[in-house]
């Protein structure tokens, strides 16, 4: 089921990665596709996730997988420790091919995966998909 234009608008949207480039490309991406950029935020690192998804209702949240202080990785298992996966889309982001490693995070509950390097065409295909819209 669609969900309606304003709930899309409302949508809360994590950008987990270190490179401060990387987190504006996805943003602005994102921001074509209608979503507001105060619905947008930011973390360098899966420490700075987590305290976001502490403080507020993140439906999608977009994780690099190698970062300093805290991977990716070790934030989707916490993710699943705390039993939030089935209420948060993950979408890995990452340059990292390794296909038992997306096997894994898939059996853990991530849906999508994005290769880095990838054009904006490809992200908001990922996002419309991993938002229902």
Known sequence: MRKCYEEFLDMNVL???DSSIGRQYIQ???MLSGVASENI???RNGKEALAILDEKK???IFLDINMPVMSGE???DILQERGMLSELTVVITSS???EQKKMALSQ???GFFLKKPFPPEELKAIFEKASGI
């Open 58 to 60: 993140i439906k999608i």
């Open 28 to 30: 602005k991406t994102l």
């Open 74 to 76: 070790a934030v989707v």
């Open 96 to 98: 990292l091919a390794n």
């Open 41 to 43: 935020f930011h973390a």
């Open 108 to 110: 853990k509950g991530v």
């Open 15 to 17: 950008i987990t990665d």
